[in-house]
């Protein structure tokens, strides 16, 4: 094709190989050929705005337009500036974007921007949870979906990106971050990589795509038991959800002051606070303790997670089982780990948007945006915190951290900040 007929372009936009001299090396073309008033744009997904511009006469003209793939049909575009870029011009873009139909963003140029950033736990926690036997991928995929709202679990989404692509966005946003360990790959998906078992375009990742091949269901627990009652001791936050679903049952409901407990038969059942059951049980002198793990909708979610510690009685785990059963949840269990699934996943999106936020990175109602409408998650990481409470979070990830002695899981400043100042993320 002649470049030479961009000419009389005002807005020309680059989505060559991501490699930065490549860039470079077509932005200073096309500075040769487009006049000073032409607005160049990269659709890099990982590369430095600034780095690209750094070396042309007029590098304040240089911006990010980054789109998500496929792009006629994903909303999102990330307006993202250097350190050089005219804030006029980003604002150009982001309006022409939005004439466009688009949901523009504005983001500076830090490495993963928005998306790749703060998406990284998403991918992140799944792994750990499958290296450490927490539970198999059906079973923490479904969970995802059907308690987390996400429209797909961190496996299948992986199969469905390539783990080729989706690993050296990690280690890219690794790499760029000296070597943060909230970032850190995964040596379970290194090793599908290095057997080139790349998801569906191999035919083989987390699951097989070979003609005829059965999908493994998720583990569930069954339990024989009915019950017809049960206690709630004080307030259950976020879980109150189930109140109503019980009610529904006719399971008759006796409430009493307390500290936010779910009883049935000898079973004592908790909402997760990132303490193991066998922590808590020992903290708090509960016996037969029960953790529930995060729901997006305690009203609408088909499935939940469960973990317990060893030497709960059967009779009560087979009572606390019934209880959810009967409240119409399918219920999969957990070995006993910190934060179980959801909530674990939930608080350090959070965490990381928090940092982003702290950081300057984008707005608050951007970070939210952008983690709809670019990965379609059913809520922005910071309004999901607000809505289960940043004392809850913190003390989540307070918790994760103690258990694992590892920086990965440190709460951000801004969450420490806005917890106790009794605030919000969008206030």
Same mark, same amino acid.
């Given at each position: 094709?002649?470049?030479?007929?961009?000419?009389?372009?005002?807005? %020309?936009i680059?989505?060559?190989?991501?490699?930065?001299?490549?860039?470079?090396?077509?932005?200073?073309?096309?500075?040769? #050929?487009?006049?000073?008033q032409?607005?160049?744009?990269?659709?890099?997904?990982?590369?430095s705005?600034?780095?690209?511009?750094?070396?042309?006469?007029?590098?304040?003209?240089?911006?990010?337009?980054?789109?998500?793939?496929?792009?006629? +049909?994903?909303?999102?575009?990330?307006?993202v500036?250097?350190?050089?870029?005219?804030?006029?011009?980003? !604002?150009?873009?982001?309006?022409?974007?939005?004439?466009?139909?688009?949901?523009?963003?504005?983001?500076?140029?830090?490495?993963g921007?928005?998306?790749?950033?703060?998406?990284?736990?998403?991918? &992140?926690?799944?792994? *750990?949870?499958l290296?450490?036997?927490?539970?198999?991928?059906?079973?923490l995929?479904?969970?995802?979906?059907?308690?987390?709202?996400?429209?797909?679990?961190?496996?299948? $989404?992986?199969?469905?990106?390539?783990?080729?692509?989706?690993?050296?966005?990690?280690?890219?946003?690794f790499?760029?971050?000296?070597?943060?360990?909230?970032?850190?790959?995964?040596?379970?998906?290194?090793?599908? %990589?290095?057997?080139?078992?790349l998801?569906?375009?191999?035919?083989?990742?987390?699951?097989?795509?070979?003609?005829?091949?059965?999908?493994?269901?998720?583990?569930?627990?069954?339990?024989?038991?009915? +019950?017809?009652?049960c206690?709630?001791?004080?307030?259950?936050?976020?879980?109150?959800?189930l109140?109503? *679903?019980?009610? !529904?049952?006719?399971?008759?409901?006796?409430?009493?002051?307390?500290?936010?407990?779910?009883?049935?038969?000898?079973?004592? $059942?908790?909402?997760?606070?990132?303490?193991?059951?066998?922590? *808590?049980?020992?903290?708090?002198?509960?016996?037969?303790? #029960?953790?529930?793990?995060?729901?997006?909708?305690?009203?609408?979610?088909?499935?939940?997670?469960?973990s317990?510690?060893?030497?709960i !009685?059967?009779?009560?785990?087979?009572?606390?089982?019934?209880? $959810?059963?009967?409240?119409?949840?399918?219920?999969?269990?957990?070995?006993?780990?910190?934060?179980? =699934?959801?909530? *674990?996943?939930?608080?350090?999106?959070?965490?990381?948007? =928090?940092?982003?936020?702290?950081?300057?990175?984008?707005?608050?109602?951007?970070?939210?945006?952008?983690?709809?409408?670019?990965?379609?998650?059913?809520?922005?990481?910071?309004?999901? &915190?607000?809505? #289960?409470?940043?004392?809850? #979070?913190?003390?989540?990830? !307070?918790?994760?951290?103690?258990?694992?002695?590892?920086?990965?899981?440190?709460?951000s400043?801004?969450?420490?900040?806005?917890?106790?100042?009794?605030?919000?993320?969008?206030?």
């Amino acid at each position: 094709e002649n470049i030479q007929a961009l000419a009389d372009c005002a807005l %020309v936009i680059e989505a060559i190989v991501e490699n930065l001299q490549a860039k470079r090396d077509l932005f200073r073309l096309l500075e040769s #050929i487009c006049s000073e008033q032409c607005i160049l744009a990269s659709n890099t997904s990982s590369l430095s705005i600034t780095s690209i511009a750094a070396q042309l006469n007029h590098p304040q003209r240089v911006l990010g337009l980054h789109f998500f793939n496929p792009a006629p +049909v994903m909303a999102l575009v990330e307006i993202v500036s250097g350190l050089a870029s005219d804030p006029a011009l980003a !604002e150009c873009l982001y309006h022409t974007a939005r004439a466009w139909g688009k949901k523009p963003v504005h983001t500076r140029s830090t490495p993963g921007f928005i998306v790749n950033r703060v998406a990284r736990p998403f991918y &992140a926690e799944s792994l *750990r949870l499958l290296q450490e036997g927490c539970a198999d991928c059906p079973t923490l995929d479904a969970l995802m979906r059907d308690a987390g709202g996400f429209a797909m679990g961190a496996f299948e $989404l992986t199969d469905l990106i390539g783990h080729d692509v989706n690993y050296a966005v990690t280690c890219s946003v690794f790499e760029a971050y000296y070597g943060d360990t909230r970032f850190l790959p995964s040596l379970i998906q290194k090793e599908l %990589v290095d057997a080139a078992r790349l998801g569906r375009k191999s035919g083989q990742g987390f699951y097989s795509y070979a003609v005829g091949a059965e999908r493994p269901q998720a583990a569930t627990l069954i339990s024989e038991q009915r +019950v017809t009652a049960c206690v709630v001791e004080g307030d259950l936050g976020i879980a109150a959800g189930l109140i109503a *679903r019980l009610h !529904e049952q006719q399971i008759e409901i006796i409430q009493r002051d307390g500290r936010g407990l779910l009883r049935v038969g000898d079973a004592v $059942l908790a909402l997760s606070d990132g303490r193991m059951a066998c922590q *808590r049980a020992r903290d708090e002198g509960l016996r037969n303790l #029960i953790l529930l793990d995060l729901a997006c909708d305690y009203g609408t979610a088909s499935r939940l997670a469960i973990s317990y510690a060893a030497g709960i !009685e059967p009779l009560a785990l087979a009572q606390g089982v019934a209880l $959810l059963q009967q409240a119409g949840l399918q219920v999969s269990q957990l070995s006993d780990s910190p934060a179980l =699934a959801v909530l *674990r996943t939930v608080a350090m999106l959070a965490n990381e948007a =928090a940092d982003a936020l702290l950081q300057g990175v984008a707005s608050a109602a951007d970070i939210d945006l952008a983690m709809r409408a670019g990965v379609n998650y059913p809520l922005g990481p910071l309004a999901w &915190a607000d809505a #289960i409470g940043l004392g809850h #979070i913190l003390a989540t990830l !307070e918790n994760l951290h103690a258990s694992y002695g590892e920086e990965r899981y440190r709460p951000s400043l801004l969450l420490r900040r806005r917890a106790a100042e009794g605030r919000t993320f969008h206030d």
